[in-house]
C-alpha cells in the first residue's frame, strides 16, 4: 500500500532491530522528522535537508558529500550510538545553510510539521516534501514538483497538499505562487495521482502508527481517505503586518491561504483567519 513498509525486513529494523536506536533518537528531537518513501526507503531530515536514508537490505545512506569539505569530514553511524551522527550531521547542515544558502523557510515548515501533528487541530500533517511520480507528469519531470506539506483537513474532510511561502520575497519567479498552483493543478488532473495520493496517504499513516510516531491510526481520522476531495492552498507566513496586507492584496482573494506570524509560538494552521 503506496508508502508503507510492503516488505516487513525495514519495519522489523526499526521496531525491535538494528536501527531501533536510529528511531528513538529521531523520537526524541524535535529538529529531527522521519519520512515514509516509496520502494520500501525511510528518510531523516533536519531542516528540510536529508540527512539519512534507511533500506530494508542495503547499508543507510548518510549525509550527501556536498555537506562537507575539507575541514568537515562526512561523521561515521554507530548503530548503538546514533546520537553522536545526528549532532555532527546538523551542524554541517547549519555550516552548509550559512555558508551556501540560508533560507528560515526549512525551520518554520519542520515546525509547521510538529506542531500540526494531533488529531486536535484542524490540520494534520502527515508529511513533507510529499512527490508524485515525476516521469508521469511528462512536462513537468526535469522540475522534480515537490508539495511542502501534505495534510488532512479534518474539518473539510480533506487531502490538503499545502505550499509554504515565507515573506514577500518568496512570491514571485519560477518558484512563486502563480507557478505552485499551475503544478498542481498538472497534477490533480492527472488519471493516476488521486488514487496513487490517497493510497500513499494510507500507507503514510500505517507506518508511522506502527513506529510510534503518532498516537492515532487511520480509522481514527473520522472519514475515508479513499472518499476524500482533494485541494490545494498556500501557508503565508508573514513578518510583519504590512506583508500580510500585501500579501492579501495580491493573492487573498485568488488563492485558498492559511496565514500565520512567523514570531508566533505556535504555528497551528486555521482557516478561519
Same mark, same amino acid.
Given at each position: 500500500?503506496?508508502?508503507?513498509?510492503?516488505?516487513?525486513?525495514?519495519?522489523? /529494523?526499526?521496531?525491535?532491530?538494528?536501527?531501533?536506536?536510529?528511531?528513538?533518537?529521531?523520537?526524541?528531537?524535535?529538529? +529531527?522528522?522521519?519520512?515514509?518513501?516509496? *520502494?520500501?526507503?525511510?528518510?531523516?531530515?533536519? /531542516? /528540510?535537508?536529508?540527512?539519512?536514508?534507511?533500506?530494508?537490505?542495503?547499508?543507510?545512506?548518510?549525509?550527501?558529500?556536498?555537506y562537507?569539505?575539507?575541514?568537515?569530514? &562526512?561523521?561515521?553511524?554507530? +548503530?548503538?550510538?546514533?546520537?553522536?551522527?545526528?549532532?555532527?550531521?546538523?551542524?554541517?547542515?547549519?555550516?552548509?545553510?550559512?555558508?551556501?544558502? /540560508?533560507?528560515?523557510?526549512?525551520?518554520?515548515?519542520?515546525?509547521?510539521?510538529?506542531?500540526?501533528? %494531533?488529531? +486536535?487541530?484542524?490540520?494534520?500533517?502527515?508529511?513533507?516534501?510529499? &512527490?508524485?511520480?515525476?516521469?508521469?507528469?511528462?512536462?513537468?519531470?526535469?522540475?522534480?514538483?515537490?508539495?511542502?506539506?501534505?495534510?488532512?483537513?479534518?474539518?473539510?474532510?480533506?487531502?490538503?497538499?499545502?505550499? +509554504?511561502? &515565507? !515573506?514577500?520575497?518568496?512570491?514571485?519567479?519560477?518558484a512563486?505562487? *502563480?507557478?505552485?498552483?499551475?503544478?498542481?493543478?498538472?497534477?490533480?488532473?492527472?488519471?493516476?495521482?488521486?488514487? $496513487?495520493?490517497?493510497?500513499d496517504?494510507t500507507?503514510?499513516?500505517?507506518?508511522?502508527?506502527?513506529? !510510534?510516531?503518532?498516537?492515532?491510526?487511520? %480509522?481514527?481520522?473520522?472519514?475515508?481517505?479513499? &472518499? $476524500?476531495?482533494?485541494?490545494?492552498?498556500?501557508?503565508?507566513?508573514?513578518?510583519?503586518e %504590512?506583508?500580510?496586507?500585501k500579501?492579501?492584496?495580491?493573492?487573498?482573494?485568488?488563492?485558498?491561504?492559511?496565514?500565520?506570524?512567523?514570531?508566533?509560538?505556535?504555528?497551528i494552521?486555521?482557516? *478561519?483567519?
Amino acid at each position: 500500500m503506496g508508502r508503507s513498509f510492503s516488505n516487513n525486513r525495514l519495519l522489523d /529494523k526499526l521496531i525491535k532491530g538494528e536501527y531501533l536506536q536510529i528511531l528513538n533518537c529521531v523520537k526524541n528531537d524535535d529538529d +529531527l522528522r522521519f519520512e515514509m518513501r516509496i *520502494d520500501n526507503q525511510a528518510k531523516v531530515y533536519y /531542516k /528540510k535537508s536529508l540527512i539519512m536514508t534507511l533500506y530494508p537490505i542495503r547499508q543507510p545512506k548518510l549525509i550527501a558529500t556536498g555537506y562537507c569539505n575539507n575541514k568537515r569530514l &562526512q561523521p561515521e553511524l554507530f +548503530l548503538n550510538t546514533p546520537e553522536f551522527y545526528f549532532e555532527s550531521a546538523k551542524k554541517l547542515v547549519e555550516c552548509h545553510k550559512s555558508e551556501v544558502k /540560508k533560507n528560515i523557510e526549512f525551520a518554520i515548515q519542520q515546525k509547521i510539521a510538529k506542531d500540526n501533528n %494531533s488529531l +486536535l487541530n484542524q490540520f494534520l500533517v502527515i508529511d513533507m516534501e510529499y &512527490q508524485f511520480a515525476q516521469a508521469k507528469v511528462k512536462s513537468r519531470t526535469n522540475d522534480k514538483t515537490r508539495f511542502d506539506l501534505l495534510a488532512l483537513d479534518l474539518k473539510g474532510k480533506k487531502i490538503m497538499l499545502l505550499e +509554504l511561502k &515565507q !515573506g514577500i520575497g518568496s512570491l514571485a519567479g519560477n518558484a512563486g505562487v *502563480d507557478d505552485h498552483f499551475r503544478r498542481y493543478q498538472e497534477h490533480v488532473l492527472h488519471p493516476q495521482f488521486q488514487s $496513487a495520493l490517497k493510497e500513499d496517504v494510507t500507507g503514510i499513516i500505517w507506518s508511522k502508527a506502527q513506529l !510510534g510516531l503518532c498516537e492515532y491510526k487511520v %480509522s481514527d481520522i473520522g472519514f475515508q481517505i479513499d &472518499q $476524500a476531495e482533494i485541494d490545494y492552498a498556500y501557508v503565508f507566513a508573514h513578518h510583519s503586518e %504590512s506583508e500580510l496586507i500585501k500579501y492579501k492584496q495580491l493573492f487573498g482573494l485568488k488563492f485558498t491561504t492559511l496565514y500565520l506570524g512567523v514570531n508566533a509560538d505556535k504555528y497551528i494552521l486555521k482557516d *478561519d483567519i
